[in-house]
Every structure is written in C-alpha cells, then in structure tokens.
C-alpha cells in the first residue's frame, strides 16, 4: 500500500471516533501526520543509548589502543555514554576484527584498526569476513609513520650501514613484527626488496613483546609506530636508525628519514580507523565521523597527537571507505611481490 492509501485509511480510523472521544481523535491524527511533518517513517532512539563497545583487535600500547584510549573519554563526554575500551588480540586481529563484523548493527560496537587489517584479505585464502564489504567505514582518524627500530649493539647506526651489514649477512639478521602481515613487517619487506636483501622475520603477537625483545637483543630491528619505541629511544635502550615518513618528525627530529638514508622516495606509513559492522546507520557513521572530527582537530588533542607523531586526520565515512580499498590493493602488491605467506 503506497504512502497516499495509508493516509486516507488512517484518516478514515481517526474520523470514525465518536464526539466523546475528542481528544483521542486529535492524538490519533497527530500521531498519523508526525511522520509526515518530520520527513520519517518513524523517529530513531537517541544514540548512543547505552555505552559503547570499542573493540582494539590488537594488544595494548599499540597505536590503535593508544588512539583509542586518547578519543574515548571526550567522546564519552560530547556524545553522552561511555566509550569502553576492549582489547581482543589474536590470529592477526582477526579474531576482534570478526567481533566487531557479526555484531549488531546498532552503532554500540565499533573497532579501530589500522593497516594490518586491510593486508589480511591479501593474506589469506578464507576470512570469516570481506575486509572491507563487511564493515561500515567510519573515519580515518589519524596517521602515524614508522620508525627503524634496533638494538643498542647492533653495529650499524644508519640504514646504509644497516644494508651493508645485511648483505654482507645475508639471512642472519632477524627483524620482528606485531604479526605475519602487519604494516611493520611489510615495511621491511619493501625496503629488503628495494635493497637486494634478506632478513629473518621474527613474527610477535603486537609490538611491546617485540620490543622487550629487541632491548634483549634476541632480535636486531623492528619498524614499529613511534608512540610505541620513542620513550625508549630517548633513554638509549634502543637505538633509532630512520623514519619512514616524507619529512622529520618534530616528535624526533634527530632520527633522519630513509629517504634522507639513501633510498630515494621510501614513504611508508599506517594508520588508524574506526569501523563498525556492516549495515550500520549512515546517520550514526556521520554523526560518529563529526564527533571525531571535532575531537582530534581541537588544538589540545592535537598537540597530543604530535608528540606521539600521530598525525589528526578525520573525515566522512565515504573518504575513508575509498582510502581502505586503496590500502588493499597497495599493501595487497607487496605481498605478492614479497611472497608473504601467513606462516612467514
């Protein structure tokens, strides 16, 4: 039955209500044209309505939980419930990143990712989930480059010494990362390409183990996001050989760059996003893409983002949506290039 049908049959209901029952006939017919007059079918709840689930597929101190722990309490305060952070590590945030994919579509669970999630439709054969086609796109929230990270002894304190120890060792230097196919260890896997060498991959479920490690010295380096080594850089327990971004960083703008190194345009950087389960409200992915916006572009939360060399981004749910399907055909080449495989 259209729109004009439902109107006159409800009209007819309303009318057919005797004189006694006056007020019953106008509530019946306000209730009939509300919709009409609010341009909706029927009105939503106010979101959020309860506290917010927000689900970090990967291990504490991360650049995900970092971001996540920094925007949480302000969203908690401008949107009205608590934000709840929820750690769920494991098979390569696959297994948070499925939580978040098979949750309701209400808005009240969401996660933050960052590049490893898109590598893993690469990665991997069978997924329980599309990387991109099962989510709804929220914001990119912010970007952060790498830093070169190795231990004090190793003797090298550049990366075209790096590459000079490494080829005169071909397979005997180790590296880790926060798991087969995080951004970090892609990283590497570009510059070994580009460099003509080879490397041990060490593969850690997140970064603080690969870094207690490094500092052990039972690994040689490790590409990690600066909020995670720089406390340690600055105390010399580990030393930082390069950067990966376009430019120094003000965070530490004694560590040169690996353009500056000696490999001419190597940019690599990851990043940090919120999505929740497909199907989601375009409404709420708007209103939670402002609330961020407002949020990491305020001059305090920014100057917070840069000593961590995070850098603010935001943006509508549609950027980002576009900017992760570009991140699975880029990263997607690596992989294939380096004949990563999910064992690695």
Not at 144 to 161: C, F, G, R, T
Not at 225 to 234: A, D, E, G, R, W
Not at 303 to 311: A, H, P
Request: charged letters at 15%; a positive charge; one cysteine or more.
């Amino acid at each position: 039955m259209d729109r004009a049908a439902t109107l006159a049959r409800g009209f007819s209901r309303c009318a057919a209500l005797n004189r006694k029952t006056r007020m019953m006939r106008l509530y019946c017919l306000l209730a009939l044209l509300s919709p009409v007059m609010t341009g909706h079918a029927q009105t939503s709840p106010t979101y959020p309505s309860r506290p917010v689930r927000l689900i970090i597929p990967y291990t504490p101190g991360g650049l995900p939980d970092v971001v996540a722990r920094a925007i949480g309490p302000e969203l908690a305060r401008t949107m009205g419930q608590n934000f709840v952070v929820d750690n769920r590590p494991g098979a390569n945030a696959i297994l948070g990143a499925d939580l978040v994919a098979k949750a309701n579509p209400d808005g009240h669970t969401l996660g933050i990712f960052i590049a490893s999630h898109v590598s893993n439709q690469t990665l991997y054969t069978k997924l329980p989930f599309h990387v991109v086609e099962s989510f709804t796109p929220v914001t990119l929230i912010g970007t952060a480059p790498y830093i070169l990270a190795a231990n004090p002894s190793l003797p090298a304190s550049n990366v075209k010494e790096l590459i000079a120890l490494a080829k005169g060792k071909p397979g005997q230097l180790s590296f880790g990362s926060s798991g087969v196919g995080a951004g970090g260890h892609l990283t590497m896997e570009l510059l070994q390409t580009l460099t003509g060498t080879k490397m041990n991959h060490v593969p850690y479920k997140g970064s603080a183990p690969a870094l207690l490690d490094i500092m052990g010295g039972n690994i040689a380096l490790l590409f990690t996001v600066p909020s995670s080594v720089l406390q340690f850089t600055k105390t010399g327990k580990i030393k930082a050989l390069a950067i990966t971004s376009a430019r120094r960083s003000p965070a530490a703008p004694e560590i040169p760059t690996v353009n500056e190194s000696g490999i001419p345009g190597f940019v690599s950087e990851t990043w940090a996003g919120m999505l929740g389960p497909a199907g989601m409200s375009p409404a709420i992915a708007d209103r939670l893409s402002k609330e961020i916006g407002v949020v990491v572009k305020r001059q305090d939360m920014r100057e917070r983002f840069v000593r961590l060399d995070i850098e603010p981004v935001g943006g509508t749910p549609s950027a980002f949506g576009k900017f992760m399907r570009e991140e699975v055909v880029k990263w997607g080449r690596v992989i294939k290039e380096a004949n990563v495989k999910p064992e690695q």
